[in-house]
């Protein structure tokens, strides 16, 4: 049996992996139900979902799922300390927190570029996951971890992306990353440090200051005063000179 659900993890691990470029390590987002449901089942989450995606994981959560698990209290005391020793994920719930499952599913908006799984006992939640295509969806079933096959929405999105009607995310973000490689797309970083240039003097002050030194010579008007009163001080003195000389 065992056996069996591996065989499945990995066909569908392949298919998310081909499609939409889930990779190692997987991130499992958890809420407060699946980590409940873990603590009854005696489940080590740590060890176990490793061996059973035969690969590399990491167990995250969010705020409002934390916050969600304290005001419930004493009766999820075990889930919270499960989802506590989780990897925290900032969630864009910075001021007001939400319920977890709004939060966990505002975490897989705009195609899951961050390849999220989500881990989850809510059925209100596990519906509107699948209603997103991309995004692979976990649960406990008596006692084991299931990874769910992919949902009716993600198998039609493929096919629209196989039949050229769609592009998926992933093929997306390969072909923006293959452009900036060979620079058809200049990196928005790269503008950023040609817009800024080193500002040198300004050429306004530098005027003013040549304006100043001006204004300390003399106008050509103050010089014709300056000869005018020389020259009438002159003929006065030979005047004066004629005036004596005659009497």
Known sequence: MKITRQKHAKKHLGFFRNNFGVREPYQILLDGTFCQAALRGRI??????????MGETQLCTTRCVLKELETLGKDLYGAKLIAQKCQVRN?????NAVSGSDCLLSMVEEGNPHHYFVASQDQNLSMKVKKKPGVPLMFIIQNTIVLDKPSPKTI???KAVESGQLVS?????????LKEEQGLVKNPEQR???HKKISGPNPL???KKKKKA????????????????IRNR????????????EG
Request: net charge positive.
């Open 169 to 177: 995310v992933y093929e997306k973000q390969s072909i923006k990353q």
């Open 234 to 245: 002159s003929t006065s003195k030979v005047l004066s000179e004629k005036q004596n000389a």
């Open 44 to 53: 080590q989450l740590r060890e176990q979902l490793p061996r059973y995606l």
């Open 192 to 194: 950023r440090k040609k």
């Open 91 to 95: 969630c864009p719930h910075f001021k």
């Open 156 to 158: 039609a999105f493929v």
């Open 205 to 207: 002050s530098c005027l």
């Open 214 to 229: 001006q204004d300390t010579k003399p106008s050509a008007s103050e010089k014709k005063r300056k000869r005018k009163r």
